[in-house]
């Protein structure tokens, strides 16, 4: 399966941003589908995930204001960001990971990688 991330742009604090992560080649019927950022000069981090069965975890930087969901046919993995924060300023990665929940927040677990959606957020 290949991942095509879309839906950055420059947002103002407080503003929302809704990320889309595409599946072309295959569903995420039997993945996890991770959402990661990587801020210039800094390493990429988890920022929320979603498993085939439909669980979802997020970071603690985001929880309460970032919301991961995905289609009913398993094609499309959402990332709802409100409440936008300067430190939120980041290159959004989405990718796919068969691994247990104990490493869903380790990048090195992902594959599959999307080229990534720049998300600047103004102060």
């Known amino acids: 399966v290949q991942l095509q991330a879309s839906g950055g742009g420059l947002v103002q604090t407080g503003g929302s941003l809704r990320l889309s992560c595409a599946a072309s080649?295959?569903?995420?019927?039997?993945?996890?589908v991770g959402w990661f950022r990587q801020a210039p000069g800094k390493e990429r981090e988890f920022v929320a995930g979603?498993?085939?069965?439909?669980?979802?975890s997020m970071a603690d930087s985001v929880k309460g204001r970032f919301t991961i969901s995905r289609d009913s046919a398993k094609r499309t993995v959402f990332l709802q960001m409100n409440d936008l924060k300067p430190e939120d300023t980041a290159v959004y990665y989405c990718?796919?990971?068969?691994?247990?929940?104990?490493?869903?927040?380790?990048?090195?677990?992902?594959?599959?990688w999307g080229q990534g959606t720049e998300v600047t957020v103004s102060s």
């Open positions: 080649g295959g569903t995420f019927s039997s993945y996890r």
């Open positions: 979603i498993k085939w069965s439909g669980h979802t």
């Open positions: 990718a796919t990971s068969q691994v247990v929940d104990s490493g869903r927040t380790n990048a090195n677990n992902y594959a599959n």
